[in-house]
């Protein structure tokens, strides 16, 4: 089969999987209950990551190889997925995740070339080069995106479409820049991830998500996000320079970032589950669960394009890096006084609910 026939299998196969796996999971307990911060109102089976990753797995199988090809990478993912899968069923909490978080990015590090080893000429000095400090960069990079994508997975289909546009901006660099085989690896995630949202995204005929990709899926796709991130980023001479990833990636680093340190400040564990992540604050303003996945999802695509173009217009990485800064502490300020930004967003977008009152919330987790 031809490895572009594995990228539109993908999202079939996914969505055969999802429905394959639903059962099994009512039967086994791998699903999330009504009550407390969580207030869908059925039990929902957490099938969506184990779905993508048989999926990626075997639609990679079809085109010829294994992911990333890279065994060290498949090894990171079984580890990511079965403590995903537990965490899903019994919730083993955050310690034993983070240490699971940390073996995985260390066997990504430890078995693969694949690694950060420079900044770009953030500063206007010249290229800041890492030298032996790639390997802790690199694992930074890994654990930090796994817990950004599980953090924004909060409402029904946000965190799938977050990643879905940077995965098919990266697809673009890759294959325009000559690597087929690496844009085929990221379309098949992608169309594995389309598959899922049939089932999770919000639709005038479904008024809820019928399965979650629970944190199995929020690990899994932080790790190849930051995996795929880092082949096109890391090294020179490479399509894109970090800083642009950076752009590509910037809706979930900048919640996780802006809400840590929110957290902080508050003396509470930057771990702590609340509800100060902006698409929390945006559906206490009245705004409808399809309302606030377009609102963060386009402002993820314009993110995006403003860093590719950016980079293509030969824009300094310096200034990037200012202007990436100073839309980070836009964001900070807009979850430390929400009333301001909601007041801006209502000119261009009125909320469904009525102003002032409590949305219906579809919280899966933090």
């Known amino acids: 089969m031809g490895i572009w026939w594995a990228v539109l299998l993908s999202p079939v196969l996914a969505a055969v ?13 791998l699903v999330d209950h009504p009550g407390g911060r969580k207030q869908h109102a059925a ?7 184990l779905a993508i990753f048989l999926t990626f797995l075997l639609a990679n199988g079809l085109a010829g190889g294994i992911p990333g090809g890279s065994w060290s990478l498949l090894a990171a993912m079984a580890i990511t997925v079965a403590v995903g899968v537990a965490d899903d069923m019994h919730e083993i909490g955050h310690r034993s995740k983070f240490f699971a978080q940390i073996i995985a990015a260390l066997v990504v590090v430890s078995g693969t070339s694949i690694h950060v080893l420079h900044f770009g000429d953030l500063l206007g000095f010249g290229d800041i080069e890492l030298g032996k400090w790639s390997y802790l960069v690199t694992a930074l990079a890994i654990i930090g995106l796994m817990n950004a994508i599980n953090m924004i997975d909060g409402v029904d289909g946000l965190a799938g479409t977050v990643v879905l546009l940077p995965l098919l901006m990266f697809a673009w660099v890759a294959v325009d820049s000559g690597d087929v085989r690496l844009g085929v690896e990221i379309l098949i995630l992608a169309g594995a991830i389309v598959g899922f949202l049939v089932f999770n995204l919000r639709s ?3 008024s809820r998500a019928r399965v979650f990709m629970g944190d199995t899926g929020g690990m899994l796709l932080g790790l190849l ?4 991130s880092v082949k096109l980023a890391g090294a020179k001479q490479l399509p894109i320079n970090p800083i642009t990833a950076v752009w590509i990636l910037a809706v979930p680093l900048l919640d996780m970032g802006s809400v840590m340190l929110l957290r902080i400040s508050q003396h509470k564990s930057p771990f702590y589950a609340d509800r100060q992540h902006m698409h929390h604050v945006l559906l206490d303003a009245g705004y409808s669960t399809s309302q606030v996945v377009a609102v963060m999802a386009g402002a993820s695509l314009v993110y995006g394009l403003i860093g590719l173009q950016a980079q293509r217009a030969g824009v300094s990485e310096h200034l990037l890096l200012f202007a990436f800064l100073g839309l980070w502490v836009s964001y900070l300020l807009a979850l430390a006084q929400p009333h301001r930004v909601l007041q801006m967003l209502r000119f261009i977008m009125r909320p469904r609910a009525a102003v002032g009152a409590k949305a219906v919330l579809d919280i899966e987790h933090d």
Do not use: D, K
Not at 17 to 27: F, T
Not at 225 to 228: E, Y
């Open 225 to 228: 996000l930051a995996w795929f």
């Open 17 to 29: 999987l999802v429905l394959a796996l639903i059962r099994p999971a009512l039967h086994y307990g």
């Open 204 to 206: 005038p005929w479904r």
């Open 43 to 49: 039990v929902t089976p957490l099938v969506g990551g």
